[in-house]
């Protein structure tokens, strides 16, 4: 566990953390895309945030990258290198982005400059940090990188349509590690790729994070791929933080009617049966009273819609739920930030 660090200071065994973040867009009554939002990344874990669309992942990602939109309302903090990003000025962000913390965006080839080719995307990135490399050495620094995700150095002659989609999803998570950041977050990094580069993109991020032991921050609708991958999973849902467990805990006893709705949903194997949650996600800039699961809850009692939900233990998971699993214990007065606290890291993967 990270020990103590002073005021302002991130302490020196978390990644990254976010701190009772709050985000809202669209002005004081419109949509909060986060509520209350606490979480922590150590080096060399996985933290997957999974849900459904609209609950609050992408805008969790940005804003540990201060990438939020100017007109966002932000509340709480988010560190990277022991800075709070949210409170540095636009120019000082820069000094970050990169060095200390990287985005991989899904769908690269709306993100990769089509008029580039792909040595000259690292041209400009080292260009932007401030890097004194010639044609050659940046050439060079890139072939290396490259080859660290398995892309050849011919490929740096190439424009993104020229290479495969798999190939492309490769260059871009090079993009992010060329500058050796502690945190990596990756948005729906395998979308729209088959299942075997799918399955070679998930086995090299999980050879990344043990040769470069940085966090990474999965933001991923595939629960197969944060069983593959993930050491510890944050369930967000309407904007809340609902449930954060190890992976064998959430996916053996999940706590949260929610990740138990998630769970069910998933195809695979001995699926006999299609199953969903009932209903949609609430609007965020008008949610339910209380519970904001409540609507949807199988388990969802006059309570649920009276009082805002306690954080319940079982064990070292945590869960925002009146009713969570049968052996958790409420407590009705602990404060949502207690999300912070760093859980274990998983001992095993479930297939």
């Excluded at 459904?52 to 969790?60: A, D, F, M, V």
């Excluded at 100017?70 to 560190?79: F, H, I, P």
């Amino acid at each position: 566990m990270a020990r103590a660090a002073g005021p302002g200071a991130l302490p020196d065994a978390l990644a990254a953390e976010v701190r009772d973040l709050d985000v809202r867009y669209g002005g004081p009554h419109g949509a909060q895309a986060l509520r209350r939002v606490s979480l922590a990344v150590q080096p060399g874990e996985c933290v997957a945030v999974v849900g459904e669309s609209g609950c609050g992942k992408t805008t969790l990602g940005r804003a540990l990258l201060g990438l939020l939109p100017e007109d966002a309302q932000v509340r709480g903090e988010a560190r990277v290198g022991g800075r709070d990003i949210l409170r540095m000025s636009p120019a000082a962000r820069r000094t970050i982005l990169g060095k200390d913390a990287a985005m991989v965006f899904q769908d690269p080839l709306t993100r990769l400059d089509p008029l580039l080719r792909i040595g000259d995307h690292f041209r400009e990135l080292y260009r932007a940090h401030g890097l004194p490399l010639d044609k050659d050495a940046s050439r060079q620094r890139a072939a290396e990188v490259l080859a660290e995700v398995g892309v050849p150095a011919s490929r740096l002659g190439s424009y993104p349509h020229e290479v495969s989609g798999g190939q492309r999803q490769r260059v871009m998570i090079a993009l992010g590690l060329a500058l050796g950041p502690k945190l990596l977050v990756a948005d729906e990094p395998t979308t729209a790729l088959d299942v075997m580069v799918e399955a070679q993109v998930t086995e090299l991020l999980r050879g990344l994070l043990q040769k470069r032991g940085m966090g990474l921050l999965l933001i991923t609708h595939n629960l197969g791929l944060v069983a593959h991958i993930a050491d510890r999973v944050a369930v967000l849902y309407a904007g809340e933080l609902v449930e954060a467990a190890s992976v064998q805990d959430a996916f053996a006893k999940p706590a949260h009617p929610y990740t138990r709705g998630l769970l069910a949903s998933t195809i695979h194997a001995g699926t006999r049966r299609l199953q969903s949650i009932p209903g949609s996600p609430p609007d965020l800039a008008s949610p339910p009273p209380a519970c904001r699961f409540h609507p949807r809850c199988p388990r969802a009692r006059a309570l649920c819609a009276a009082r805002e939900p306690p954080l319940a233990r079982l064990g070292e998971q945590r869960a925002l739920c009146w009713f969570p699993g049968p052996d958790a214990a409420v407590e009705p007065q602990a404060p949502k930030a207690a999300w912070g606290a760093p859980l274990p890291h998983a001992t095993e993967v479930l297939g």
